[in-house]
């Protein structure tokens, strides 16, 4: 049976009753071990930053966060170090609208928002996938019948609507299914 995806802000009933019979798995960064690992806020250490040889992060949501670049605020190395799963964020409400992601924390170009997934978030989390918890994607896998809860349930890396989902991407990682990491766009 396939991995399925779906949100934890749906009732217990409500998940109940439209996947009959399956295990819920959390993998949100408000869950209990082992599966908070999954969640991209969790200090794994070690993460490598795409662009930045030699560089490391804490999390995956570190790296998003430090090559975030907005209108008059540039990157921020300080969200690399950052193990606590709280106070990673950058938002636009704080730091006016988001002019892209820089190409490492030196980098002379910025991504656009696509660009930046395909090329600094998903290889990252992939990373942590293949070398921090292969151990959980394998018993994700070995699972019957599982449906992955996130707060968001976009699977689709191009679609820039709403924030990606790790559970996806988790989801398309155990399937053999993952996103396209490089594309055309040069930018």
Do not use: C
Request: proline fraction near 7%; charged fraction near 25%.
């Amino acid at each position: 049976m396939p991995i399925r995806v779906a949100s934890r802000r749906r009732t217990a009933a409500s998940l109940a009753a439209a996947f009959p019979g399956a295990e819920f798995v959390d993998v949100t960064s408000r869950t209990a071990e082992p599966w908070v690992r999954l969640s991209p806020f969790y200090p794994h250490g070690g993460i490598p930053v795409p662009y930045d040889a030699g560089v490391t992060s804490e999390s995956v949501e570190g790296i998003w966060q430090a090559l975030k670049v907005f209108q008059d605020v540039d990157v921020d190395p300080a969200r690399l170090g950052i193990t606590a799963m709280k106070g990673l964020k950058r938002t636009v409400r704080r730091y006016g609208p988001v002019r892209g992601h820089r190409t490492g924390l030196h980098g002379d170009r910025l991504l656009p928002y696509e660009s930046a997934r395909r090329r600094i978030y998903l290889p990252a989390y992939r990373w942590v996938l293949e070398h921090r918890v292969a151990d959980l994607v394998e018993r994700i896998r070995d699972k019957s019948d599982v449906v992955l809860l996130d707060y968001t349930t976009n699977g689709d890396v191009a679609d820039p609507t709403s924030p990606l989902s790790h559970a996806a991407l988790i989801q398309r990682y155990a399937e053999g299914r993952w996103p396209r990491e490089a594309d055309a766009e040069t930018a």
